[in-house]
């Protein structure tokens, strides 16, 4: 389980994150939304020990993540920021290769048991066929899938994730949130994960955390953050919110100002 406790952080005397909590418990796929600016992308660096909260804590498995050495947390969470370096020329093997480094001694040569872990990874995401192919030469969606597999061969149970698919087109963006779901469902993984598109969070997450100007304005499950008053006031934008009816999720639909009377 991991706890977050009224966590508060700033940037150049600007708050950012005000009095932050929540829980994500054992098998949760949770994601947190809100206008950009919100602090989204600074809470899940809180969450990762990137940032320092000035007030608050996190917890995992009550024990304190501070408490943690870096090796010792980096076998518990792994992180996926938003943009990462894929301009350099190692291949794919390689490149996946460094999620291993908690497992490595002091010289970072990998083992036989590394390089199963890798081999399994890539087996389990079907890109064994690009492994000595260049990441710089890879296509958005393919050097996504291998983002993700250098993520999975940290081997964590907490696995986080800042805007996952952003630069996917629709068919890409959904091959990578099933894969997540499947590490959800089937493999127990706790997913936590900035998402932009409502539909998306509502499709794929058990909870959302709703921010608004640092805080949290809603949270629950979809059909509890997704309502219209809300979204409305949170993104300055008319919606309506109707049923999916294949998945009984909320549908949020965008209403151009000029057809409201």
């Known amino acids: 389980m991991v ?4 966590v508060s952080t700033c940037y150049l005397n600007k ?36 940032v320092k909260p000035y007030s608050g804590n996190v917890f995992i498995d009550c024990k304190n993540i501070n408490c943690f050495s870096k090796k010792e947390f980096a076998k518990m969470v792994s992180f996926l920021p938003q943009y990462l370096d894929t301009s350099l020329s190692f291949n794919v093997f390689e490149f996946i290769m460094f999620g291993r480094y908690p497992y490595m001694n002091a010289l970072k040569i990998p083992s036989s048991k590394d390089y199963i872990a890798v081999k399994k990874i890539m087996n389990f995401l079907q890109i064994t066929n690009l492994s000595q192919r ?27 994730f800042d805007e996952p698919t952003s630069h996917l087109d ?41 921010l608004e100007n640092g805080s949290i304005c809603k949270q629950g499950v979809p059909e509890e953050v997704l309502n219209h008053v809300d979204i409305e006031r949170v993104y300055n934008t008319k919606v309506i919110v109707e049923m999916n009816p294949i998945s009984n999720r909320p549908y949020i639909i965008q209403v151009s100002k000029n057809l409201i009377a």
Do not use: M, P, W
């Open 3 to 6: 706890h977050i406790d009224n």
């Open 15 to 50: 708050e950012i994150l005000k009095n932050i909590s929540f829980k994500v418990n054992e098998r949760d796929f949770l994601g947190i939304i809100g206008k950009n600016g919100v602090g989204k992308s600074t809470l899940l660096k809180v969450l990762c020990k990137l």
């Open 134 to 160: 260049k990441i710089n030469e890879l296509s958005g969606g393919e050097k996504q899938k291998i983002l993700i597999a250098q993520v999975l061969a940290q081997e964590t149970d907490i696995i986080v």
């Open 170 to 210: 629709i068919g890409g963006q959904n091959d990578i949130l099933e894969i997540l779901r499947d590490l959800n469902e089937n493999y127990n993984k706790i997913i936590i994960l900035t998402l932009h598109d409502l539909n998306v969070a509502s499709e794929f997450c058990n909870k959302l955390v709703l």
